[in-house]
């Protein structure tokens, strides 16, 4: 897997680096680019990243350092 580009969240490879793009251009007002990329597939990339999102701030979060401290042992 390559660094992911400098708008993109996370390392993807490169099948879900194009799909991302196209989300993103769809995103912005762009035309769908393939008869699967719905409202539903824009929604699945929406809910993934709002995930993706959430679990990387509650890995941050003292209660969390706290609870992987308190299992080191």
């Known amino acids: ?5 400098v708008d993109a969240p996370y390392p993807f490879c490169e099948v879900c ?3 991302y ?19 539903q597939w ?9 995930h993706m999102q959430a679990n990387q701030e509650f890995r941050g979060s003292p209660a969390f350092l706290k609870l992987m401290e308190e299992h080191l042992d």
């Open 1 to 5: 897997m390559t660094p992911p580009p």
């Open 17 to 19: 680096q194009e799909e």
């Open 21 to 39: 793009e196209a989300f993103r251009r769809m995103e912005k007002g762009g035309e769908p680019e393939a008869f699967w990329h719905t409202p």
């Open 42 to 50: 824009a929604g699945t990339w929406r809910t993934w990243l709002a």
